[in-house]
């Protein structure tokens, strides 16, 4: 198999990881007026409790097997059996997961009520489990994972302008959504075979997978009930309307969090491959890591900050707007989340460390539970936010106590890490300044973007960043090249 570009693939799994946001995105001013209230209301909450069994029948399989796979991905025989023994326990989690559903329809009059929404959006589970989608991830085949992607989301897209008119087309908004994060899957039945043939085993070896997918099972548990209990507490302290204005700004919280995410991603497979092979080199293309992922988070962080009004007037419009604080606020989150997801996945997870992930998690679940009761019916959706920032920094610094025995931060380059900071206090200076000299919305956000890259890029070139050096080096030789 051919050497894929780390840089390549950041960039195309950036692309798919902005789609994932962008689609509701884009379709909530649309959907929100189209359904109504009330119809946006049934979709959101049966979404939430279908989200509770998608998770429950995806085991943790996908991070464990991108893990594992990645090391032996090169021994075709062994890999084969590795990928057919995950996705038999996958198949099975599955199954439970729907027993367990209807189960709930039978206790529960209110779940009831909303099961044709719950049955249509707890479909992913399936398309999930068959599409196997990690066995792209551990070939790297993020080109692929991108195409295919974007072009189910793009006709789900026009099929939804189509189809949903009212407050009648829930159940149609529901399976459209559905199809648009998980329709591709289904392309994944006969295009995974090119890497490995799997098949339904009893042979599960569940004594090997079984305790790590459980380990990884409830640390997604955790991150899902300290990620979401501030918009579902939320709900009890504050109208739908607050509710919708935090949640619409937690979306674009979520968009350039997943947009920086995607370089750790990416690297999963090419850091547990390369941990086997070179230890140096594991340490090497850490740092390399760490250094993208903060010359990205800093410029980002401030911007979203800086232009958090103008951001949510153009993607929301007047009725958003005061969400302003509450994204200023969870910008500061993006930069502990970031590091926190670094640790766990490019350092503890790749060590088999899925115990000391699930402590941290389990630690800022709590917390943030805890905080939320405290801040919540004090400050609103603003305390949400704020407990939000407590959480993921809870997070980081424990994950960075628990990774300190595999890589340390002395490792860093002290010079490039001030270059940045130096880099980015100027994008801030420039924020400030554009949005004293620029009133009209478009031109501000527009021109503050534009000198910020210039003025960002300019100075790490002054300041002698290593890894802008490197990129303004090879752009010059491709030049010349042509």
């Not at 884009?26 to 049934?42: C, D, E, K, V, W």
């Not at 908004?173 to 295009?191: K, M, Q, R, V, W």
């Not at 699930?358 to 801040?375: C, E, H, P």
């Not at 380059?413 to 620029?438: E, G, P, T, Y």
Request: hydrophobic fraction near 50%.
């Amino acid at each position: 198999m051919s050497k894929k570009s780390l840089k390549l693939n950041a960039v195309l799994n950036g692309i798919k990881q902005a789609c994932t946001i962008l689609f509701p995105l884009i379709t909530f001013p649309y959907i929100s007026r189209a359904l109504g209230n009330t119809g946006y209301g049934q979709y959101s909450w049966s979404r939430t409790i279908a989200n509770y069994f998608v998770l429950i029948a995806g085991l943790g399989v996908s991070t464990y097997a991108i893990r594992e796979g990645a090391k032996i991905r090169d021994k075709k025989e062994q890999v084969t059996q590795f990928c057919s023994e995950v996705f038999s326990i996958n198949v099975v989690s599955t199954l439970l997961s729907f027993l367990a559903m209807v189960g709930l329809f039978i206790v529960s009059t209110k779940v009831r009520s909303y099961s044709l929404f719950v049955l249509i959006q707890s479909s992913a589970m399936f398309l999930a489990t068959i599409g196997t989608d990690w066995i792209n991830n551990i070939y790297e085949d993020f080109f692929y994972i991108t195409i295919r992607y974007i072009l189910v989301q793009l006709v789900c897209l026009v099929l939804m302008f189509i189809f949903v008119r009212s407050s009648k087309d829930v159940a149609i908004y529901c399976l459209l959504a559905t199809l648009a994060s998980y329709g591709g899957n289904l392309l994944n039945i006969f295009y995974v075979r090119k890497y490995v043939k799997i098949k339904f085993t009893f042979h599960m070896n569940t004594k090997e997978h079984l305790l790590p997918l459980l380990i990884l099972f409830i640390n997604s548990v955790a991150i899902t009930i300290y990620v979401n209990s501030d918009i579902t507490m939320l709900g009890f302290y504050a109208s739908d309307k607050i509710v919708g204005i935090y949640s619409f700004a937690s979306n674009i919280y979520n968009l350039i969090k997943m947009l920086i995410n995607a370089i750790i991603v990416v690297a999963i497979p090419r850091v547990a491959y390369i941990l086997v092979k070179d230890r140096n080199q594991y340490n090497k293309i850490l740092s390399d890591i760490f250094m993208m992922l903060s010359t990205v988070l800093f410029p980002m962080a401030i911007g979203m900050a800086m232009l958090s009004r103008e951001i949510i007037e153009i993607a929301g419009g007047q009725q958003y707007v005061s969400g302003e604080s509450v994204l200023q606020v969870l910008s500061i989150a993006t930069i502990f989340a970031i590091y926190g997801s670094f640790y766990s996945s490019c350092v503890l997870i790749v060590h088999n460390e899925e115990k000391k992930c699930l402590i941290s998690t389990l630690i800022s679940a709590v917390s943030n539970i805890g905080l939320n009761f405290v801040l919540l019916p004090v400050l609103g959706m603003l305390g949400a936010a704020i407990t939000t920032i407590f959480a993921e920094f809870i997070n980081c610094l424990i994950q960075l106590y628990f990774s300190r025995n595999y890589y340390s931060l002395k490792n860093i380059s002290k010079k490039d890490m001030l270059s940045v900071i130096i880099s980015s206090v100027v994008v801030l200076i420039i924020c400030i300044i554009c949005r004293n000299v620029f009133f009209n919305l478009f031109e501000c956000v527009i021109f503050t973007i534009l000198f910020s890259v210039l003025g960002y890029a300019a100075m790490l070139i002054i300041t002698q960043n290593s890894m802008m050096k490197s990129f303004v080096t090879s752009f010059i030789k491709r030049i010349k090249h042509q």
